[in-house]
């Protein structure tokens, strides 16, 4: 006798027929009636009563039928138990810089939900310079950072690279209509994040190591403010495509040379979250980023296959 014999004895009394029963089991009639037989025969008791009016449980199966369903119900508690028991659980902090979480918190969040539903987010968005300063004070499980190489510490994963685009109306006289080249950026007015971002770093960098000063006119700690500001014409940003590419605002790719930053997840090496927990949104993370990738629906990015791992 095993469960499938209780829960096929409990459907047959609950329908009254061994074919009503047989089609919401979605087994054949014929196996129905033989398991019924086997399980008659095990137990060396009439169980049921077979007529032409259908199938009724004799006084030995209503006292089997309400022991049965007792037993099925408990096992079915015992089975919901273990599952939940061993359900990845907790609340794991995210850290997503904005360019990020536009194009990945709500995806995350439903990827979430469908593969982990133990789990709760708490995301964090912000300019990439406050989102490290959190991740270093220990307030996150996980953060998307930028660097300018693919590879940074043990652990880290490279989700992608992308390019850096000239965002804004430089004026005539710099570069074509889709590109211009880094020594053309020379004495532009520019607007960008404050010194602690990434993305301020990488600019300064790129343009010193080629003998260009930048012409930083203003420190803007908001993605749609250095947008706002390069749509009137005053001032231009460096940003990449993903953010870059919106209504009417004149793009030019950066050339001579590229301009190319890396978009790495990087684990706490203190978490506060459950191990489990943590790994499965680093894998939704992940997986969701190169989903996006390959249904061109996150521009500019180029995911590599398999995700870069350090060592």
Do not use: K
């Not at 009636?33 to 009016?53: A, D, F, I, K, N």
């Not at 971002?197 to 403010?225: K, M, N, W, Y």
């Amino acid at each position: 006798m095993d469960i499938t014999q209780l829960r096929y004895l409990i459907a047959v009394v609950d329908a009254g027929s061994l074919s009503r029963a047989a089609t919401a089991l979605q087994v054949s009639q014929p196996a129905l009636s033989q398991r019924m037989t086997q399980l008659e025969t095990e137990l060396g008791v009439r169980l049921l009563e077979r007529g032409p009016r259908g199938v009724v449980a004799t006084a030995a199966g209503h006292d089997f039928y309400r022991d049965a369903h007792r037993l099925v119900r408990q096992f079915d508690q015992l089975a919901r138990a273990v599952t939940e028991h061993h359900q990845v659980r907790g609340m794991v902090a995210v850290g997503l810089p904005s360019a990020v979480a536009t194009q990945l918190a709500a995806p995350l969040y439903s990827w979430t939900r469908e593969h982990c539903p133990g789990v709760r987010l708490e995301l964090f968005e912000s300019m990439s310079g406050y989102i490290e300063e959190l991740f270093s004070r220990g307030r996150m499980d996980l953060a998307v950072i930028y660097r300018d190489q693919p590879r940074q510490r043990p652990g880290d994963i490279c989700l992608y690279s992308e390019e850096l685009y000239l965002v804004g109306d430089p004026g005539p006289a710099v570069g074509s209509d889709t590109t211009v080249s880094l020594s053309e950026l020379s004495g532009l007015p520019l607007v960008a994040p404050g010194s602690r971002s990434s993305l301020r770093a990488l600019i300064e960098r790129a343009l010193r190591d080629h003998q260009i000063t930048p012409t930083v006119v203003a420190d803007v700690e908001s993605l749609s403010t250095m947008l706002r500001i390069a749509e009137t014409g005053d001032a231009c940003a460096l940003l990449p495509l993903s953010t870059a590419a919106v209504g009417s605002i004149p793009v030019r790719r950066i050339v001579e040379p590229t301009l190319e930053r890396f978009a790495l997840l990087r684990t706490a090496t203190e978490i506060a979250a459950p191990l489990d927990a943590v790994s499965e949104v680093a894998r939704g993370i992940v997986e969701m980023t190169r989903a996006l990738a390959a249904d061109h629906r996150w521009p500019g990015i180029q995911v590599s296959s398999p995700p870069a791992r350090s060592s």
